[in-house]
Protein backbone atom coordinates (compact mmCIF):
# COMPACT_ATOMS: atom_id res chain seq x y z
CA UNK A 1 0.00 0.00 0.00
CA UNK A 2 1.23 3.90 -0.55
CA UNK A 3 -0.32 6.39 1.46
CA UNK A 4 -0.02 10.19 -0.90
CA UNK A 5 -1.23 13.10 1.26
CA UNK A 6 -1.51 16.33 -0.66
CA UNK A 7 -1.47 19.86 0.27
CA UNK A 8 -0.87 23.21 -0.61
CA UNK A 9 -4.09 24.07 -2.47
CA UNK A 10 -5.77 27.50 -2.17
CA UNK A 11 -7.63 30.69 -3.16
CA UNK A 12 -5.18 32.40 -5.48
CA UNK A 13 -5.60 35.31 -8.60
CA UNK A 14 -5.53 35.12 -11.78
CA UNK A 15 -1.58 35.42 -13.13
CA UNK A 16 -0.43 33.83 -9.60
CA UNK A 17 1.30 31.19 -8.08
CA UNK A 18 0.49 28.00 -5.99
CA UNK A 19 2.90 24.78 -4.97
CA UNK A 20 1.15 21.47 -4.57
CA UNK A 21 2.88 18.98 -2.80
CA UNK A 22 2.28 15.16 -2.72
CA UNK A 23 3.67 13.27 0.42
CA UNK A 24 3.81 9.71 -0.46
CA UNK A 25 4.52 7.00 2.38
CA UNK A 26 3.94 3.55 2.04
CA UNK A 27 5.77 0.93 -0.08
CA UNK A 28 7.11 3.23 -2.37
CA UNK A 29 9.88 1.74 -3.41
CA UNK A 30 7.44 -0.20 -5.94
CA UNK A 31 6.54 2.96 -7.28
CA UNK A 32 7.01 3.11 -11.56
CA UNK A 33 5.51 6.96 -11.60
CA UNK A 34 3.25 9.53 -9.92
CA UNK A 35 0.70 11.72 -11.50
CA UNK A 36 -1.45 14.96 -10.93
CA UNK A 37 -5.14 15.37 -12.08
CA UNK A 38 -7.31 17.69 -11.66
CA UNK A 39 -11.44 17.46 -10.88
CA UNK A 40 -13.66 20.51 -11.94
CA UNK A 41 -17.30 19.92 -11.08
CA UNK A 42 -19.35 18.11 -12.90
CA UNK A 43 -16.73 17.34 -15.02
CA UNK A 44 -13.95 14.03 -15.64
CA UNK A 45 -10.89 13.90 -14.11
CA UNK A 46 -8.57 15.19 -16.02
CA UNK A 47 -4.84 14.68 -16.37
CA UNK A 48 -2.09 17.41 -15.83
CA UNK A 49 1.12 15.37 -15.75
CA UNK A 50 3.26 13.00 -14.36
CA UNK A 51 7.01 11.71 -12.96
CA UNK A 52 8.09 8.45 -14.46
CA UNK A 53 10.54 6.97 -11.06
CA UNK A 54 13.19 5.83 -13.10
CA UNK A 55 14.62 8.26 -14.81
CA UNK A 56 12.67 11.27 -14.26
CA UNK A 57 10.82 11.74 -17.02
CA UNK A 58 8.04 14.18 -16.96
CA UNK A 59 5.36 14.60 -19.57
CA UNK A 60 2.33 17.29 -19.07
CA UNK A 61 -1.09 17.75 -20.32
CA UNK A 62 -0.90 20.71 -23.05
CA UNK A 63 -3.17 22.69 -20.95
CA UNK A 64 -1.05 22.94 -18.57
CA UNK A 65 2.43 22.96 -20.32
CA UNK A 66 4.56 25.97 -19.90
CA UNK A 67 2.98 27.08 -17.14
CA UNK A 68 2.87 24.18 -14.70
CA UNK A 69 5.93 22.51 -13.42
CA UNK A 70 6.29 18.87 -11.27
CA UNK A 71 9.36 17.90 -9.51
CA UNK A 72 10.00 15.63 -6.95
CA UNK A 73 12.44 15.00 -3.36
CA UNK A 74 13.98 12.20 -3.08
CA UNK A 75 14.71 12.45 0.38
CA UNK A 76 11.33 12.75 1.52
CA UNK A 77 9.39 11.05 -1.34
CA UNK A 78 7.51 14.46 -1.69
CA UNK A 79 6.41 15.33 -5.45
CA UNK A 80 5.57 18.73 -6.12
CA UNK A 81 2.96 20.81 -8.79
CA UNK A 82 4.32 24.58 -9.00
CA UNK A 83 1.54 26.07 -10.55
CA UNK A 84 2.41 29.60 -12.32
CA UNK A 85 0.84 31.72 -14.40
CA UNK A 86 -2.99 30.33 -13.40
CA UNK A 87 -6.36 30.86 -14.68
CA UNK A 88 -9.73 30.92 -13.70
CA UNK A 89 -9.83 27.33 -15.76
CA UNK A 90 -7.36 25.82 -13.34
CA UNK A 91 -9.64 25.63 -10.79
CA UNK A 92 -10.27 22.55 -9.62
CA UNK A 93 -9.34 19.53 -6.89
CA UNK A 94 -6.23 18.52 -7.67
CA UNK A 95 -5.21 14.76 -6.99
CA UNK A 96 -2.03 12.92 -6.99
CA UNK A 97 -1.74 9.32 -7.85
CA UNK A 98 1.17 6.47 -7.12
CA UNK A 99 1.40 4.04 -9.87
CA UNK A 100 3.30 0.63 -9.39
CA UNK A 101 2.58 -1.08 -12.99
CA UNK A 102 5.24 -1.05 -15.65
CA UNK A 103 3.85 -0.54 -18.55
CA UNK A 104 6.22 -0.11 -20.40
CA UNK A 105 8.78 2.93 -21.83
CA UNK A 106 6.38 4.50 -24.57
CA UNK A 107 2.69 4.83 -21.84
CA UNK A 108 2.56 8.35 -20.52
CA UNK A 109 0.21 7.46 -17.56
CA UNK A 110 -2.00 10.06 -18.32
CA UNK A 111 -5.10 8.02 -17.84
CA UNK A 112 -6.25 7.96 -14.00
CA UNK A 113 -6.77 3.74 -15.02
CA UNK A 114 -3.26 3.87 -14.81
CA UNK A 115 -2.88 4.38 -10.96
CA UNK A 116 -3.66 2.15 -8.08
CA UNK A 117 -3.00 4.70 -4.86
CA UNK A 118 -4.93 8.43 -4.62
CA UNK A 119 -4.75 11.12 -2.32
CA UNK A 120 -7.64 13.22 -1.08
CA UNK A 121 -7.54 16.08 -2.96
CA UNK A 122 -6.97 19.37 -2.77
CA UNK A 123 -9.12 22.40 -3.67
CA UNK A 124 -7.37 25.34 -6.09
CA UNK A 125 -9.73 27.99 -6.82
CA UNK A 126 -8.41 31.00 -8.84
CA UNK A 127 -10.49 33.71 -9.30
CA UNK A 128 -11.06 36.29 -12.14
Known amino acids: QVQLVESGGGLVQTGGSLRLSCAASGRTFSTVAMGWFRQAPGKEREFVGR????????YYADSVKGRFTISRDNTNNTVYLQMDSLKPEDTAVYFCAASNVNFGATFHYATPSAYSYWGQGTQVTVSS
Open 51 to 58: IRWRDDNI
